[in-house]
């Protein structure tokens, strides 16, 4: 997120990082960061290669790829980081809830 220019107000489910505070439907986001301009902000999730196909998971999915900025309208970023191997499966689910070709939903595996 840092390298897309999310540098502003990170936080993140990992050391070093304060914990992300509950967005309107109740969900906490892995990591969140602002713009440095604070116009705009992304979500992100990490998941495991047992932990992409479930029910939670598609519902968090479906939540954080939806969230639109109140002024601009635009769709907010939503990053998510998968280990290397889960790459179809991930491409499934996302096919699976019509997220495969929104433009704001980015996948990296590591």
């Not at 990082?17 to 509950?22: E, G, K, L, N």
């Not at 900025?69 to 939503?78: A, C, D, G, N, T």
Request: charged share 30%; net charge neutral; aromatic share 10%.
């Amino acid at each position: 997120m840092r390298s897309e220019g999310f540098t502003s107000n990170i936080c993140a489910a990992y050391e070093g990082y304060s914990q992300c505070d509950q967005t309107t439907k109740g969900r906490i986001p892995d990591a969140m960061g602002y713009d440095a301009d604070r116009e705009l902000w992304a979500y992100g999730e990490v998941k495991t290669s047992n932990d992409i196909d479930n029910k939670n998971t598609k519902e968090q999915f479906a939540d954080f790829s939806g969230y639109c900025m109140e002024k601009s309208r635009k769709l907010v970023p939503f990053h998510i980081v998968i280990p290397k191997g889960s790459e179809d499966t991930l491409r499934k689910v996302l096919k699976d809830l019509n997220l495969d070709t929104k433009p704001n939903v980015h996948w990296k595996a590591f």
